[in-house]
């Protein structure tokens, strides 16, 4: 009896001891482990070109700010998920991150759509999400731990209209065009129509297209003869290039205003020299001048021996973002003292209330409301934005983007 | 019985006047428009020039139909291929994607002579399908219907291959490969009838002259030479004509030679004008072929041509804000005329063999 009674004293003991080491080993372990950031984005499908170039930026971050001492003097992690370029795979991917990787907070997913249909997963177990690449309307406003370094088209696509309207005071004859059967160009013209009306100029004709199509000489023949000294288009690389290459053959000599889906180097093949001129607004410029954008710069240069894309430039936005609100969040309350459920709503709150100098420039975020006024998520505040003109090269296949001002 | 056969036979009375009614009034109405219209003849040219595609890329599939009575889908992928073969032959390179990326061949070829390269190898991929796809079911007496699952098949596998080896990229030819050329051409305003003058690009005049040479050389190789009159034997009756002496496998292989030779060449052609948009470039024309060949007449060469001009012409007259229903249209056009004429335009109607 005695001896049983001694075996259980032990065990309650042994249980006791274990209980007591268990939290102990574990906040010895959270010290040294690294903080882990999540990153969702396309690695594969058709939309992996640009899912690559934000892989290359949080890559670039996340040795930046472990050089720079990470979380004051913690590492982070960077865990990344392949969303692949449709909404399942972003659901996945976030399900994984949140649930079996444990981060913080999520950089991702790269296309609006997704956003759209996993957001929403993340809000509700209470994970902050930074989009580096949704400009669709709405994307903040999905709940309250949703934030973009993204600005959104409404705010982006004006500059080009009022650039070209620098170029040439004498433009006062617009026509657009748009693909009607993309989300993305119907948003897109809305702001671009409104953009015309606002500068006091004359709204020629509206003409439409399909993605698919391929031959625009009946948009094109309609809208000549009104004499248009501006065209702008909203749709996407093949079909939007093909257009300026028709728009050029049949005789137009005015200038071009393109949208972000012609905001690829996928248009050089297809309006080859043709494309010399266009003029697309842009939410990042290598140039812009300040301490982090050249280290970005000189880090991503070495890394790809080309200048740095705005894709890169808004994942790499992203993580400094996460980082330095961690950062400031761990000062005043240190971060191994609070599980991951406080840490994540903590950290929601510490991300709105920051400023950021990022290689974008100086960003931070306005909290949004939904439609019936609850409080949602955090909308960029830029103040930095560029246009890029296209310089085609003398073989006529290649070119690039040069900023101007 | 007689009361039947008299009824039967008023009724067909009136359904012809009644069809020949509808037809010309449609006729009238269309002229109306083009004229009245504000860009109604600007319309008409782009309608053309849009038809002039449709009916290149039509020609080939039509060919194989004529002999073979079955429809060859793998047609697109022929298209494609021939566009892809210029392209190399040109000696550009491949794009960052795909097995092959930055690999090109190690000579150049000039633009017109790459472009007979390329119908040619074209036409040895058609050989190729025809002994892969058509001619093991054809020699088990299988259902011609299923050719159609086969051909299906080997155009999803020419596809495939594509993208594996080149990648999903766009790929374009030089401008001007042809030597100098103005881009657009004016036709000027037609004495008067039109306020503006009248626009049109040099590729889409190119594609409309070489699908009406072509619709000329095909009706006289079939009409007019000895092996064309060997062909049509085949088409007639297989069994009979190979009793005759006649190479029945061979001839069926000329037709696929010639089909892919002819699909190839349009692929360039038609990639000159819109680039090559990656490897589903001719598959989407597959449907709207389908649709030229049935509205022309199934297997009727002029047919092809015809068809296709008369839904590129309904097309561009859609209005632009109608963009969306475009290929609607063109499938009621397709509708109509065959409410009034099954066979199609100028297809003939067949004869019931006792």
Known sequence: MSKVSLSKRLTVFALIALLALVPSALLVRAAEEPVVIGVAVAQTSNVALLGQEQVIGAQIAEEFFNARGGVNGRPIRIAFADTGGDEAGAINAFQTLINRENVVGILGPTLSQQAFAADPIADQAGVPVIAPSNTARGIPQIGRFIFRVSAPVAIVAPNAVKQALKMNPEIKRVAVFYAQNDAFSVSETGTFQQTVKDLGLELLDVQTFQTTDTDFTTQITNVLPLEPQLVIISGLAADGGNLVKQLRELGYDGMIVGGNGLNTANIFPVCQELCDGILIAQAYSYQYDSEINNAFREAYKAKQEKEPPQFSAQAFAGIQVFVEALSRLDERKPLKDMDLATLRAELRDEIMSGKYDTPLGPISFVETKKDDGTPAGGEIVQEQFYVAQIKMNPDGKTGRFVFVD | ?354
């Open chain 2, 1 to 354: 019985m007689k009361l039947v056969d008299q009824s039967s036979q008023q009724y067909r009375r009136l359904w012809w006047f009644a069809s020949r009614g509808f037809a010309a009034v449609a006729i009238v109405l269309l002229i109306t428009a083009i004229l009245t219209a504000p860009s109604g003849l600007q319309n008409l040219f782009n309608g053309l020039a849009i038809g002039g595609v449709y009916a290149i890329f039509a020609l080939g599939y039509t060919l194989i139909f004529s002999i073979l009575r079955i429809i060859n889908f793998a047609h697109g992928a022929i298209f494609t291929l021939g566009a892809y073969f210029t392209y190399f032959l040109t000696g550009a390179a491949v794009g960052f994607n795909g097995l092959l990326a930055n690999q090109r061949l190690p000579f150049e070829l000039p633009f017109p002579v790459a472009m007979i390269g390329g119908g040619l190898l074209a036409g040895l991929c058609g050989i190729l399908i025809e002994r892969v796809a058509f001619r093991p079911l054809r020699n088990k007496g299988a259902d011609p219907l299923l050719t159609l699952v086969s051909s299906l098949g080997v155009a999803v596998a020419i596809v495939n291959i594509i993208q594996l080896l080149v990648g999903a990229e766009i790929y374009s030819y030089p401008r001007n490969p042809f030597g100098e050329m103005p881009a657009a051409l004016n036709l000027g305003t037609f004495g008067g009838l039109t306020q503006r003058p009248i626009i049109i690009r040099t590729i889409q005049v190119i594609i409309f002259a070489v699908s009406m040479v072509t619709v000329v050389l095909l009706t006289y190789f079939i009409n007019g030479t000895k092996t064309g009159k060997a062909l049509r034997a085949v088409a007639e009756d297989a069994t009979t004509s190979s009793l005759l002496g006649i190479n029945t496998n061979f001839l069926i292989l000329v037709t696929f030679f010639i089909s892919g030779l002819v699909g190839g060449i349009a692929g360039t052609l038609v990639g000159l004008s819109v680039n090559v948009s990656g490897p589903y470039f001719g598959i989407n024309f597959g449907l709207k072929g389908l649709a030229v060949i049935v509205l022309g007449g199934l297997g009727d060469i002029p047919g092809a041509v015809v068809g296709g001009l008369v839904i590129g012409v309904a097309e561009a007259f859609v209005p632009s804000e109608y963009v969306a229903y475009k290929e609607a249209i063109a499938f009621v056009v397709l509708f109509l005329v065959l409410l009034l004429r099954p066979q199609g335009l100028l297809g003939r109607a067949a004869v019931q063999k006792v």
